[in-house]
């Protein structure tokens, strides 16, 4: 083979990089066609589960318009061992239409959950900004609120 094919096959067997995730989780997928195994991965900018065989992609949400929440399911198969705690991601599959649930389960639930909370608060942006003010009593003057920051622990 000459340089020149050699470079053509080159530049056609582009090497596909993973996307950076900020946490993968084995977890167990609940749907009308049985219970699955699954890998969640959680990044900044979506969520994707992955076939743990294969590692293909069988789903993906982007965070900032599919995503709505996450919530844990309280009740039976809470203390088994196998199992692991359930819970449900809202996500969207079109893009436009309702949010639908997606039930998992998983024993690092918590870990799971705390982390698409986070994900879930970083989105949330102030509508809108006022000043706000308060009344000094002494001369009947309005003057700017002073907010301190919160620190969280």
């Not at 977890?27 to 979506?46: D, E, F, P, Q």
Request: positive net charge; charged residues 25%.
């Amino acid at each position: 083979m000459d340089s020149v094919s050699r470079a053509t096959v080159a530049s056609t067997t582009a090497v596909v990089e993973e996307p950076e995730y900020l946490a993968r989780y084995l977890v167990v997928k609940h749907s009308w066609r049985g219970r699955y195994k699954r890998i969640l991965c959680i990044s900044g900018g979506g969520i994707v589960t992955l076939d743990p065989n294969t590692l293909a992609v069988t789903n993906s949400y982007d965070t900032g318009s599919n995503f709505d929440g996450a919530s844990p399911l309280i009740g039976r198969d809470e203390n088994t061992e196998s199992v692991g705690g359930e819970f449900t991601i809202n996500v969207r599959t079109d893009g436009k239409g309702k949010f639908k649930a997606m039930k998992f389960s998983s024993r690092c639930r918590a870990s799971i959950l705390t982390e698409l909370y986070r994900l879930r608060w970083h989105q949330i942006r102030p509508v809108a900004e006022f000043q706000v003010l308060h009344l000094r009593r002494r001369n009947a003057e309005w003057v700017p609120y002073i907010d301190l920051p919160i620190v969280w622990y």
